[in-house]
């Protein structure tokens, strides 16, 4: 027989009160730092859509001004620039809103769960470990919302500011074919 195969050789099977409690508290350290990120790029969609927004609103305030001086194909370079980033402003907008901004459902450790804990049986409990696994339980599922909560704001994100630098970039594009003509 093996030593792999040899039951003499496995590892104790009894539980270790430290680890275990060592194990929640850097459970409840991912959190936090999962729920950190996710706020941090719900901040940044926030900057892009109002960013987006006031770069859409000049452009939608100050559009029909140099119409009058231009004419032929300058005219039509300008206009379908700035027709391409207003759409493309508009949807950095609405994809932050969207994908950044939108309010989650978010599940976390129920007030339930920790009304239990203050409760006789987990009170009298022998094995404090079987509270921690309990709120290891509990810790995963909360981390495995705020993963998923960051990564759609990450990619709302990413997109969003995809679709404002190209708005910005068509912005440029119909001023400096402005400029260009007047001087």
């Known amino acids: 027989m093996t030593k792999e195969h040899d039951n003499t050789s496995r590892p104790s099977t009894e539980r270790n009160p430290q680890a275990i409690s060592w194990y929640v508290e850097e459970a409840q350290r991912l959190l936090e730092d999962q729920q950190r990120r996710a706020e941090s790029l719900r901040t940044r969609g926030g900057q892009i859509a109002g960013f987006g927004a006031a770069v859409l609103a000049l452009i939608g305030s100050t559009a029909t001004r140099p119409f009058a001086i231009l004419d032929g194909s300058t005219r039509v370079v300008v206009g379908v620039a700035l027709i391409a980033a207003a759409c493309l402003l508009a949807t950095a907008v609405a994809i932050a809103i969207w994908g950044a901004l939108r309010p989650r459902a978010y599940a976390a450790i129920s007030a339930e769960e920790i009304t239990n804990y203050a409760s006789e049986p987990f009170l009298a409990e022998p094995d404090p ?23 759609l704001a990450a990619e709302a994100v990413e997109r969003s500011l995809g679709a404002f630098l190209a708005g910005l970039a068509f912005s440029l594009l119909a001023l400096v074919t402005l400029l260009v003509t007047l001087i």
């Open 129 to 151: 470990w079987r509270v921690h696994v309990r709120s290891l339980v509990a810790l995963h599922c909360a981390t495995a919302d705020a993963q998923e909560a960051g990564n």
